[in-house]
């Protein structure tokens, strides 16, 4: 049914409902509800138009990890705009805001890395790398090695190739995607997926040993590259067992499969790392970063290369004539200043440490007040990114009707109530600017834990 936007039930005028055509809610929803229009930000809060304010606890979309009104970050802008406001990168082009970049990124680089490629979203980033694995194994001789593997829930982006890595069926339905050749693995979620009784070793084993027999299946000569985020941010923060990843890399390694690993969540010290490769003891090949390389203050992403990969795209690209893949606005200039000043402040406020130092506030903070919660199943997280799992039951683990929607419900009361988070199904989603403070971290808590309980009264009057 077609809504007449005039007859809408609030004071939003119908051109607030045309401004987005946007995901993870349904559209006909939007049309009826629309958006809340937020005006203005300042450190870890927003206003809204009707000047109500919230804490950001999701730092938006996972990125504005500096905070609002960062001026350090408004002047880089400001002056790179006045220097040169664009170049590309492109034709034996470049410009000294890409080159400093670069040189910081693989300066601080978790494992050594030798190029840097740059886009303007993490998709895109995500596509890109998708498409330099398959040149290189074109480069060295293995052309057939073209499919990908990535977790069931993983996200890595909303573009053609990134959307068919995405292991999510909201990205794929209707769209005809994924993709043929883009493979999806069980998430690594112990308290989700567990067989009964089973150990978080013995699940490991049995994840690693399906790994291997799907590859066997599908012939590890076929295979390109293993895609996954070090944490799985938008699936669920969820955090992979111990000796899962060391198990991924072994048997990546034995069949000679990039390790691709997606860091645009977790990169610049999210994790209590500056980068999560540390923190989960990966070796990848290559590197996606990007929301919290600028701390979202103007779009731009990275994406690392070693050289192993980066060597045999040299030649390659010397026998075909060129290097096809560009991008207008590749290492913009401005936004590559912006970034440049944004790793200068991780590193002046050690924001790493500092978050490393806040993560047992957060998880603990939050364990303190819900995990006697009869409906919380869960509490789990690294560094300042955490979930809180809803459940019907805790034991045996049961998780509440999809069709009631509690999750959403629980970032509803919140919302009312100063906060804003995001409901993945029935895990609340917790990602605040690293430079929060403890007081404002406890004020977190608090209002979360309120919605918790007037969510879960309702339930028990229902
Ligand atoms: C892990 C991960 N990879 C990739 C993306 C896609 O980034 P973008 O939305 O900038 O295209 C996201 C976005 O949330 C993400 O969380």
Redesign the pocket.
């Known amino acids: 049914m077609q809504t007449d936007p005039s007859q809408l039930p609030n004071s939003l005028e119908a051109r607030d409902r045309r401004a987005l055509v946007h995901g993870l809610t349904n559209l006909a929803q939007h049309l009826t509800v629309g958006p809340k229009i937020i005006e203005s930000g300042q450190g870890v809060w927003v206003t809204d138009n009707e000047g109500k304010t919230y804490i950001e606890g999701m730092s938006g ?2 990125c504005i990890s500096l905070g609002y009104g960062q001026e350090r970050l408004i002047t880089a802008c400001e002056q790179q705009m006045r220097k040169l406001a664009y170049y590309h990168l492109t034709n034996h082009k470049a410009h000294p805001a890409a080159i400093e970049l670069a040189d910081k990124l693989l300066a601080i680089a978790p494992v050594p890395m030798s190029h840097v490629w740059f886009a303007n ?4 980033s ?1 596509d890109c790398a998708a498409r330099l694995c398959w040149y290189y194994w074109n480069a060295v001789g293995k052309p057939q090695k073209r499919k990908f593997l990535s977790h069931d829930k993983a ?4 573009t053609v190739a ?1 959307a068919s890595l995405t292991g999510t069926a909201y990205a794929h339905d209707g769209f005809n995607l994924p993709l043929d050749g883009f493979l999806h693995v069980a998430t690594p979620h112990y308290i989700a997926a567990a067989k009964s009784g089973e150990s978080e070793q013995q699940f490991v084993g049995r994840l690693l040993a399906d790994l291997e027999t799907r590859i066997l299946d599908e012939g590890p000569e076929t295979i390109a590259a293993f895609f996954t ?1 070090p944490v799985m ?2 699936g669920g923060v969820i955090v992979p067992p111990q000796g899962y990843f060391a198990g991924v890399q072994k048997i990546m390694k034995k069949y000679d499969i990039l390790l691709v690993v ?1 860091e ?2 977790t990169a610049f010290g999210r994790t209590g790392e500056m980068f999560g490769t540390t923190r989960m003891a990966l070796m990848p090949d290559m590197i ?1 970063t ?2 919290g390389l600028t701390s979202a203050y103007i779009p731009m ?1 990275a994406l690392l290369l070693n050289a192993r990969v980066f060597d045999a795209m040299v030649d390659y690209s010397d026998m075909l004539g060129i290097f096809g893949l560009t991008l207008t606005y590749s290492g913009h200039p401005v936004a590559a200043a912006v970034a440049s000043e944004a790793i200068a402040i991780y590193e002046d406020l050690s924001l790493a440490d500092r978050t490393k130092t806040l993560e047992p506030v957060l998880l603990d903070g939050l364990r303190q007040r819900l995990a006697s919660h009869p409906n919380v199943g869960d509490i789990r997280g690294v560094g300042l990114l955490a979930g809180v799992q809803l459940v019907a039951r805790r034991d045996p683990f049961t998780p509440f009707d999809p069709a009631a929607r509690f999750g959403a419900k629980i970032a509803t009361f919140a919302e009312a109530n100063g906060l804003i988070v995001r409901a993945i199904g029935d895990t609340i989603a917790i990602c605040p600017p690293l430079v929060i403070t403890e007081a404002e971290i406890g004020l977190l808590i608090e209002r979360l834990s309120c919605a918790i309980e007037l969510a879960t009264a309702e339930l028990s009057t229902c």
């Open positions: 979309l996972w979203s993490g998709s895109e995500a996200y890595h982006g909303n990134s985020e941010a938008a997606d645009v969540v996606i990007a929301k992403s």
